[in-house]
């Protein structure tokens, strides 16, 4: 009965917990409270070390309460339940996006909408880096002249260096010869 109250409640805090970790925190506290699961204390000294431990803190926090509330397999339940939630809806839009695309392709409207997420990510990411730019994160003008490489060289399309991998491996490369 256990198990099940587990994976119920996991699946469900998985379903319905937007907003990251910390904001799913609460939902978590509510669950545990309810069927009595540890005391506060536990929970907070739980929260505490899925903090310092590496990993999403929400997914943290679900191993350690399955584990605490009913050993190993209650981790592994309550860390597969509050997964898997967002790798079924993944799964189904990955699904829809190749059915889609299969099904379109060459319809110049499915194509045009296409590029025009591909501009909408674009701005995303740009919006992230753009709250990444801080006097503190960039020490001098070479690592300026780095990122702007690498904004350009993502921008280009079909560019030898465009795939995020090499990106990364070529960002990391000047990286450590201009600052060893």
């Not at 536990?42 to 999403?56: K, L, N, R």
């Not at 839009?93 to 025009?116: D, S, V």
Request: glycine share 8%.
């Amino acid at each position: 009965m256990i198990y099940l109250q587990l994976f119920l409640s996991f699946f469900k805090i998985g379903l319905f917990g937007f907003g990251g970790g910390l904001a799913i925190l609460s939902l978590i506290q509510m669950e545990v409270e309810q069927y009595g699961w540890m005391s506060q204390q536990e929970f907070v000294d739980i929260v505490a070390v899925s903090q310092v431990t590496p990993g999403p803190i929400g997914i943290n926090c679900a191993t350690y309460v399955g584990y605490t509330t009913a050993g190993f397999w209650g981790s592994v339940l309550a860390t597969t339940a509050i997964v898997l939630p967002s790798l079924i809806i993944m799964l189904s839009i990955c699904k829809a996006y190749f059915w889609l695309n299969k099904r379109f392709q060459g319809n110049p409207y499915f194509e045009q909408t296409l590029r025009m997420l591909r501009f909408t990510v674009l701005g995303l990411i740009a919006s992230a880096a753009l709250l990444l730019m801080k006097p503190t994160t960039f020490i001098d003008p070479v690592s300026w002249i780095i990122f702007a490489v690498v904004a350009i060289m993502t921008i280009l399309p079909k560019s030898f260096a465009s795939h995020p991998i090499l990106l990364i491996l070529l960002s990391g490369l000047a990286g450590y010869l201009i600052y060893r």
